[in-house]
């Protein structure tokens, strides 16, 4: 069963990483350092998962900043609505 109470904890969290980052450091400017970057985050997540002593809270921060770091991507790179992307595909 899906915990919606809970989804809309962790998006809050996602938006809050989301605002931290692009306060810091603008928009993404291409597709190649969106990419870069979610990669990072995603090599730190592995970081904490291969670790057999890894901390799940420091791999839930990681998982934060990924799902952060892809809406970046959304939002700078393919910023397309869900309307626009129907348009575009019919
Ligand atoms: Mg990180």
């Known amino acids: ?3 919606w109470n809970l989804i809309e ?3 809050l969290e996602v938006k809050s990483e989301f605002l931290s980052a692009t306060t ?3 928009p ?3 597709a190649h350092e969106g990419y870069a970057i979610i990669l990072e985050e995603l090599d730190e997540l592995w970081g904490e998962v291969k670790d057999k002593d890894g901390d799940a809270m420091a791999a ?3 998982a934060i900043q990924i799902a952060a770091m892809a809406l970046r ?3 700078d790179i393919t910023p397309f609505t ?3 992307k129907e348009e575009h595909h019919s």
Do not use: P, Q, T, V
């Open 73 to 75: 991507f959304l939002h």
């Open 9 to 11: 904890s962790l998006l």
């Open 28 to 30: 993404f400017n291409s």
């Open 82 to 84: 869900r309307e626009e």
């Open 60 to 62: 839930r921060k990681e």
């Open 24 to 26: 810091r450091y603008g």
């Open 1 to 3: 069963m899906i915990d």
